[in-house]
């Protein structure tokens, strides 16, 4: 079965997750003088994602209670990959290219979430492959790649993707 999957750009730092045209939450990327963060509201539930360690490379999201859900470390400097540790597991956020550049998250050697640069038409566009419904690690992916995404495709952001499951 193929679920359609698309982030709608609300504003510069909103953006709106739907499945199928149905709303699933929102992203809110938050930026001060010495701080940034993300605010996920997922089926009415608030998650924050921070960064802390001391060059502020790490990252947390905490739920509604302060209770933290995924953290995330190196195991090595100048790495491609970094680990999450989410719900008792060890998954491995990767980039790579292919053929573009792509993020994705592995559990194992099993490939569960992936965001990638493609092209449709001649134009750039967003591919979303996942065979996962946990929608934390889709709004965390989103929240890493938009960087990616504005770059090269500008503000021109059009994200009808297709996710194959």
Do not use: C
Not at 50 to 61: C, L, P, R, T, V
Not at 76 to 87: E, I
Not at 108 to 125: F, N, Q, R, V, W
Request: without cysteine.
């Amino acid at each position: 079965m193929e679920n359609s999957k698309k982030w709608i750009k609300k504003d510069d730092f909103n953006y709106t997750f739907e499945v199928d045209e149905k709303a699933i939450g929102t992203l809110e990327m938050v930026y001060t003088n010495f701080d940034r963060k993300a605010i996920f509201i997922i089926k009415s539930q608030k998650f924050t994602l921070k960064y802390n360690g001391f060059w502020k490379s790490n990252f947390e999201i905490k739920d509604e209670n302060e209770t933290v859900i995924l953290k995330s470390f190196t195991e090595k400097w100048f790495a491609n990959s970094t680990v999450l540790d989410y719900k008792g597991n060890k998954l491995k956020l990767k980039i790579r290219n292919n053929p573009l550049a792509e993020y994705v998250i592995f559990d194992g050697e099993k490939e569960i979430s992936a965001y990638a640069l493609d092209t449709k038409l001649g134009k750039p566009s967003v591919r979303i492959n996942s065979n996962s419904s946990d929608y934390l690690l889709h709004f965390l992916l989103w929240y890493i790649f938009i960087p990616i995404a504005q770059e090269n495709i500008g503000d021109d952001l059009l994200f009808l993707t297709l996710l194959a499951t």
